[in-house]
């Protein structure tokens, strides 16, 4: 099953994902298919489409003409939001870490030519982005915006990623496999686990990869989006915060010698900033013996290598 949808806005997504499966001696008795959400759209890749999807509409309907967002200076996020606005017809502000560096890097220069207008706080600012005196700041400067939160996450995105599962069992009834049993993303704000796990039907499970060192603390950030999105959390997923590789946009040799040897073997050559540490993961859980023989695995491509990453 590999769709072309046509947004009212004109926008061409490949939706559904293609969903392939990884031939590898290294799987045993386990399979693993890829969710290939990095192919939905070049400006909106991977779980981006999905978490603003229900984001753009709920502006739409509260009569919002500007999207403002906040990000790093290298955002997948704040990229794109800026091209969400264009495609969409709204006028996007980013709220970027940190003091303005000229000339503007090629994430934010990206941006900028989506239309995006950029403003910056410095560090100690931001962190305190969610503070109501900060954002009535913003307003008084920006105008009556929709706040989308840095990343992304929020119950609209919790509701677009619930509905990736569905897709998944379609495209396997359509291929004559059976149902998968276990579904595993990259973690960077829980949005997208939050919604996997929300989606899921009975008897199956969710893991998250947190990209962060000291990425336990997602597990709460993980039940507050569930419960924002929905009224209730679910005790289906679960972190493996140990894959981080040092932290939020780390690399070792160890890891990048993972995603050349993938590479090499599939044809795939994996982001490394989310989706190798995820990679990785798994295939040391299933080296460890985490996995049943026969259990299907899905693993959700959040992004492409051709993305700069969020630092």
Same mark, same amino acid.
């Given at each position: 099953?590999?769709?072309?949808?046509?947004?009212?806005?004109? *926008?061409?997504?490949? *939706?559904?994902?293609?969903?392939? +499966?990884?031939?590898?001696?290294? *799987? /045993?008795?386990?399979?693993?298919?890829?969710?290939?959400?990095?192919?939905?759209?070049?400006?909106?890749?991977?779980?981006?489409?999905?978490?603003?999807?229900?984001?753009?509409? +709920?502006?739409?309907?509260?009569?919002?003409?500007?999207?403002?967002?906040?990000?790093?200076?290298?955002?997948?996020?704040?990229?794109?939001?800026?091209?969400?606005?264009?495609?969409?017809?709204?006028? !996007?502000?980013?709220?970027?870490?940190?003091? %303005?560096?000229? &000339?503007?890097? &090629?994430?934010?220069?990206?941006?900028?030519?989506?239309?995006?207008?950029? !403003?910056?706080?410095?560090?100690?600012?931001?962190? #305190?982005?969610?503070?109501?005196?900060?954002?009535?700041?913003?307003?008084?400067?920006?105008?009556?915006?929709?706040?989308?939160?840095?990343?992304?996450?929020?119950?609209?995105?919790?509701?677009?990623?619930? %509905?990736?599962?569905?897709?998944?069992?379609?495209?396997?009834?359509?291929?004559?496999?059976?149902?998968?049993?276990?579904?595993?993303?990259?973690?960077?704000?829980? /949005?997208?686990?939050?919604?996997?796990?929300?989606?899921?039907?009975?008897?199956?499970?969710?893991?998250?990869? &947190?990209?962060?060192?000291?990425? +336990?603390?997602?597990?709460?950030?993980?039940?507050?989006?569930?419960?924002?999105?929905?009224?209730?959390?679910?005790?289906?997923?679960?972190?493996?915060?140990?894959?981080?590789?040092?932290?939020?946009?780390?690399?070792?040799? %160890?890891?990048?010698?993972?995603?050349?040897?993938?590479?090499?073997?599939?044809?795939? *050559?994996?982001?490394?900033?989310?989706?190798?540490?995820?990679?990785?993961?798994?295939?040391?859980?299933?080296?460890?013996? #985490?996995?049943? &023989?026969? !259990?299907?695995?899905?693993?959700?491509?959040?992004?492409?290598?051709?993305?700069?990453?969020?630092?």
């Amino acid at each position: 099953m590999d769709n072309r949808v046509t947004t009212p806005g004109g *926008l061409v997504l490949r *939706l559904p994902s293609p969903l392939t +499966e990884v031939r590898d001696d290294r *799987l /045993g008795g386990v399979r693993l298919f890829l969710k290939r959400d990095d192919l939905i759209h070049p400006e909106l890749p991977g779980n981006k489409w999905r978490k603003l999807k229900y984001n753009l509409a +709920e502006a739409r309907r509260q009569g919002r003409r500007t999207l403002l967002t906040f990000g790093g200076a290298y955002s997948n996020h704040i990229r794109a939001t800026a091209a969400a606005g264009r495609h969409f017809g709204f006028a !996007t502000v980013g709220v970027i870490r940190g003091e %303005e560096h000229l &000339p503007l890097n &090629p994430s934010l220069a990206y941006a900028v030519s989506r239309g995006m207008r950029l !403003t910056y706080l410095d560090r100690t600012a931001y962190r #305190a982005k969610q503070d109501p005196g900060v954002i009535a700041r913003l307003r008084e400067e920006w105008g009556d915006f929709y706040l989308v939160p840095e990343g992304g996450s929020n119950a609209c995105a919790v509701r677009g990623c619930a %509905e990736l599962p569905a897709e998944v069992d379609a495209q396997l009834d359509e291929l004559g496999h059976p149902g998968f049993d276990v579904i595993c993303c990259p973690c960077g704000t829980g /949005g997208t686990l939050a919604g996997l796990s929300a989606g899921l039907a009975p008897g199956r499970a969710a893991i998250g990869f &947190p990209v962060l060192k000291g990425g +336990e603390f997602l597990a709460g950030e993980v039940e507050r989006l569930q419960r924002e999105a929905c009224g209730r959390s679910w005790p289906n997923w679960s972190l493996r915060p140990e894959f981080h590789f040092g932290g939020y946009a780390r690399r070792t040799a %160890e890891l990048d010698a993972f995603v050349d040897d993938f590479a090499a073997r599939h044809g795939v *050559l994996l982001e490394w900033v989310y989706v190798a540490k995820m990679m990785y993961g798994i295939f040391s859980l299933v080296r460890e013996g #985490a996995f049943e &023989p026969g !259990t299907r695995l899905v693993a959700v491509v959040t992004g492409g290598p051709e993305v700069a990453p969020d630092v």
